[in-house]
């Protein structure tokens, strides 16, 4: 490879070692770079993670960012995944709405969001704030935090120049983001660290460094809270809402106002990928939530979080995902359930333009994101994840557009009036004898 090329290896992992990669890279850098060295402004450190293959124009699209200025300590670029199907990407490994308008917002911002592969940052930049940071699991976007405090800038290319592997197992795919989610509490849970105390930082980018949290605690938040909101109407009749004109069109007004900001896309092609990330915050609200509760009891009692690695190849785990699937089971036939008590109070006389039709709606569209997981678990990819993905689509579509129609139908609806549900329902004896005869 010639006499220029040095591979350092033989590192021991020190007792309690929480991120491999940055003790990895730490190392590598240290016998690069001794303290005594005086690092050349123009010297950089590339850096891929194992799976990632850079193809051959990576450093002719990428270095002349480094021209801008002396300050640009960092050059980035996005990823993609030989094995990943668009159509079917229920976990939302392709992550378009971050590439494709976050990314190139940020760099208009000057906000730096490393994401830990497929990028190059100045030498002279990575060790002025110490390596790669060993205080948190996602060390790459707490380097970006730290070159953004010691002044550094960096630029975003907008082109796809390495590709990669994505994890395609249940269980996989749940241990990446949980490991995602916890690095970022680890950050937010520590005072040193929290971007929200960081002087060197304007409050903008306080704010900016404190995002990923924030859209783990809605989602961990929002998630459940929809769920349970149908399920009591249909079988307690509580509806939280006192339905009016000028509440539907609030509602609409904000509904048609969140789907024009989430579904903004400049191709119609990323309208399916933008679902995707809702399907998938969906799907990860428990994660989130255990996340949490880890990184918090982990700086109350001062335990470690270890680092484990994504399982690609030999080493996948693809036996072991029931851990991850009971909830979202569990969350579907609940869901379903109640799905078919609703239309059965239907079929005896409830009220077509009511609160109970409106729930009805809106636990189908709840369903839709168990119900993908569990047939990817059960029946893996294909075109037939494919076809019921874009179903599910229209589905979601159909169900929120049709509660909101029936809102206005009903013009005015007060919940005090409202006696439907299953408990409130004298018939109620009468669908649990159904039930009993058609089993017996």
């Not at 993908?372 to 557009?401: D, M, N, T, V």
Request: proline share 5%; aromatic share 14%; hydrophobic share 45%.
């Amino acid at each position: 490879m010639g006499k220029e090329v040095v591979y350092v290896s033989g590192r021991v992992r020190a007792p309690g070692e929480m991120n491999g990669k940055s003790g990895n890279l730490n190392n590598a850098l240290a016998q690069i770079y001794p303290k005594e060295y005086a690092i050349p402004g123009n010297e950089v450190v590339c850096v891929f993670d194992a799976d990632q293959v850079a193809k051959r124009d990576f450093f002719l699209k990428t270095l002349p960012y480094f021209d801008a200025g002396d300050d640009i300590g960092m050059v980035l670029s996005p990823q993609c995944f030989h094995n990943l199907n668009l159509h079917e990407d229920i976990f939302n490994h392709s992550n378009i709405h971050f590439w494709e308008y976050m990314q190139p917002g940020y760099d208009a911002l000057g906000f730096i969001s490393c994401t830990g592969t497929n990028f190059l940052v100045r030498a002279q930049a990575i060790m002025e704030v110490g390596g790669s940071p060993m205080y948190t699991m996602t060390e790459d976007y707490a380097l970006g935090m730290e070159l953004k405090k010691f002044g550094w800038h960096c630029r975003y290319v907008q082109e796809y120049l390495a590709i990669g592997e994505a994890p395609h197992e249940v269980r996989n795919m749940y241990q990446q983001r949980s490991r995602w989610t916890k690095g970022h509490f680890q950050i937010m849970f520590n005072p040193k660290v929290c971007p929200l105390f960081q002087s060197q930082l304007s409050w903008g980018m306080r704010i900016l460094y404190s995002s990923g949290v924030w859209a783990y605690m809605c989602a961990a938040i929002s998630t459940p809270t929809f769920i349970i909101i149908p399920l009591l109407t249909i079988w307690i009749g509580v509806f939280p809402l006192v339905i009016s004109r000028w509440l539907t069109l609030g509602l609409t007004i904000y509904s048609v106002a969140t789907q024009m900001v989430l579904y903004y896309v400049r191709h119609p092609n990323h309208t399916e990928a933008l679902w995707f990330a809702a399907v998938a915050n969906s799907l990860l609200w428990w994660t989130y939530i255990k996340a949490c509760w880890r990184a918090i009891t982990a700086k109350l009692f001062c335990s470690v979080i270890t680092f484990k690695a994504t399982a690609k190849g030999p080493g996948k785990l693809e036996n072991s995902a029931f851990r991850d699937l009971w909830l979202p089971g569990l969350s579907f036939i609940l869901l379903m359930v109640s799905v078919g008590v609703a239309i059965w109070q239907l079929f005896t006389g409830a009220s077509i333009l009511s609160p109970l039709c409106i729930s009805m709606l809106w636990a189908l569209y709840n369903a839709i994101p168990p119900y993908l997981i569990l047939h990817f678990a059960i029946f893996g990819r294909g075109l037939h994840l494919q076809y019921l993905c874009k179903l599910c689509f229209i589905l979601g579509w159909f169900c929120g557009i049709s509660a909101l129609v029936i809102m206005w139908i009903i013009k005015v609806y007060n919940p005090r009036e409202y006696n439907g549900g299953v408990a409130q329902n004298e018939a109620i004896g009468v669908l649990f004898r159904k039930i009993h005869n058609d089993i017996t």
